[in-house]
């Protein structure tokens, strides 16, 4: 038994040799297949990549031929070799990326250059014998001190590779100034064979296919309001009915792509501050003037990050253990649609009135009518009758309720902060021929409850005249404000 | 009248001056000041920051030396300045940072030179006419090609800086063997001061103080989940006690500090993303072997952040303007109390644990009571009779209930992942002298509720008799198995 159940492990190893040795080109075509898929993805996902690439690739030959031709070499000498490196090491993605590191590294070399000069002249003031001691504590304190600077926040946000250059030439500088007697001729050759590298750099990145921080920036945010609001606009609909379908507590069919989207606005908050500081160093550019407010879109980031942790919230809900009860659902499924709705409305009319840099004000009916959404729903709440309901049952509906208040919040901080970027930026005002097309200025759209008392309704009057004196402009005359009989009314 | 008004401006305008003048030396002292303020919490925030700074000089000091002393300086010559480039270039706060950045530089060196004098040599056969341009296509191509893969995000973490430089070794002995004639001397000069530099760098970084990344994202892990206990230990007191004694909706007085540590968890993905890059470079140091699971911590901390998350929406609770009704919070508050609290004792213990490297179990009781806490929460809810209250007002507590039950899940699920760790990182087991010290044993704490029927009080019974099976462990003779008469009573 034991011999046979040998022989057969015996067997069973060898038509596993045997077929993984046929299978090594098998798997050596699956892996280069998936090699190549994986760079037709990168390069579909964003062709700016492979242009980026080619650039390099460009620059790199360019200032190549400071070594080619000849009467360049006979200027530069091997100082050319620092044209090569400068290419390499500063061009980046963007344009404002590319300018950062160039200039931080011209200006560093500079001063550095003069600064290690004037030191190599201090220490040759102590003899031959006390000049190498003087330099060696002179780069000691000075390479100290400028790598500790690194450490603060602002210096690193936008000098850190400035100061990592202006470390490497004064040691450069100080240290050869020891050997080499022609030290002026040689910093003077290095500054300029840099120069043109950098020069180089910044011109093929502004003037071929330029990518700019600040453009990029500017559609992040864009796109992150746009994520949030096709969660909200698709999250009514996918709690209540999917509920109501099969009472399992999965999300529509079309249910990934919306449920996804937001999770990447979590974790945004380093590229956009990456993508901020780099804008700022860019000119002006397309839409864009010099000093754009590029500090205020951290602002409408953070702010959309905040709404994005309420939606995570919220989003547990949906997949909650725990089954909702549908009458209550019901009850507040107006509110709630209508509160998800609007938000989503006003977010998305916002990441337009962003993307085509103008005015936003036409989003403040949507942020209005949820707050009047918002309004409706405390009044379902206060007059909905619990007598017969399991409590337990009605909590999950709650959360989600009181997640969604929270949201319009959210959804109105956003609006705001977009307002104030509009009027920095001077987004260009919308002309009086879009304001027909505005999607419907309904200013209160009440559910009429199956009512307990006769209270509630005048209630809903009282909401409406808050809502007209909180938002003024609601009453020019080119806006239809609808008298309460025009009332749209749902449920 | 405008006459007199003028000469007063012009007087305060003068006045303005005048102090701005004299203001000026104060100005330049408090700025002094500020700096030195802002250094000094920098220092204290993180001595190793001002340790790391005198370590760049030691090293930076040493590779000088290659120029000072003659004899290496008549063996290396100019290349001696690589040396000095390489400490510049790829000294890093932690080990595994200048490990990983002196490893690629040496190893991206070393191939693209060798690839560099085959391409010169290729490039040689087409004639002293066509050599150029063969030199400039093959660079690039082959700028092109590796700038592309520095997109692909595997290579973007661990290589992207081995591409860099082999682009730049590539491009620089590409371009140079066209001119000098002894490449093969002067490529191997090169390698080994980059390697004297590189290995300068890695001794003084190891031995000197070292600052591991390993360590340091063990630590920051563990102290993100001592963060969310102290936020989840104070929560049940902050939102239970400060409505009821001021009804504002203000936080304990020590508020401030528990409210805040959370929130530098939401965005620690990054750099735990890098800490963990670096940390699989290092060798096994103290308490870590080589291949610690690194990987794993970059799991608990994304539950961390899930938690984090929710305590973000938890805590829009405690600031929310609708009053919540003192009556139902505090049928709620109990049960709400206990799983926040133990919520929070589980992480503190789960912490303690990782901290001291030893097996988490111990922290089983915890979330077990956590869950048991969470099904009393459940009965009172069910049992609530909610006939005369107002229902608007349940709607912020119910929400508070409820994100706290999605909370302990997370808690679970944090503990269940630390539990995995110390499976894969071989924690040591505690030892039995280690489980009387453990805090109370208790599986399950009832409530009486003022009842609406007897059927209550066997629920509590089924609850017990789940737990015991899902968790049999604790029926060793060691613990302390409550019987039910000995349950402890709330409220």
Known sequence: MDIESTAQEKARFCGIACGSAKALPDMLKAKVISIAKSIMKLEQDDPRRLIH?????????LVSLLYYARPLYDGFGVSGMWAVLTVVVVFEFTVGGTLSKSLNRGFATFSAGALGI???????????????????ILVFLLATAATFSRFFPRIKARYDYGVLIFILTF????????RVDELVVLAHQRLSTIIMG?????????FVCPVWAGEDL???VASNLEKLASYLEGFGGAYFQSHEDDGSGVVSKDGKSFHQGYKSILNSKNSEESLANFARWEPGHGRFRLRHPWKHYLKIG????????????????IDSDIQASQEFKSKIEGSCKRMSAECGKALKALATAMKTMTDPSSTNPHVENSKAAMKD????LKAASLEDEDFLAIVPA???ASILVEIVKSVEKISEAANELSQLARFKKVEPTVSPEKPQQLLHRGIIQPVLDADSNDNVVIAIHEISTDSPENEKPGHQVPKPGQRFMEV
Chains 1, 2 share one sequence.
């Open 398 to 400: 709650a959360t989600v």
């Open 53 to 61: 690439s080619l650039k390099v690739g460009l620059a790199l030959t």
């Open 302 to 317: 953070a702010l959309a990050r905040q709404c994005a942790y309420q939606i995570e919230a919220i989003n547990g809900c």
């Open 198 to 206: 950098g020069a180089t750099c910044m011109l093929i990145s502004i």
């Open 171 to 178: 040691s450069l500088v100080a240290v050869s100034g020891y």
């Open 218 to 220: 500017h559609r992040a």
């Open 377 to 380: 729903l405390k009044f379902a």
């Open 118 to 136: 004037g030191a190599d002249y201090f220490a040759g003031l102590f003899g031959k014998q006390g000049e190498p001691i003087v330099l060696g």
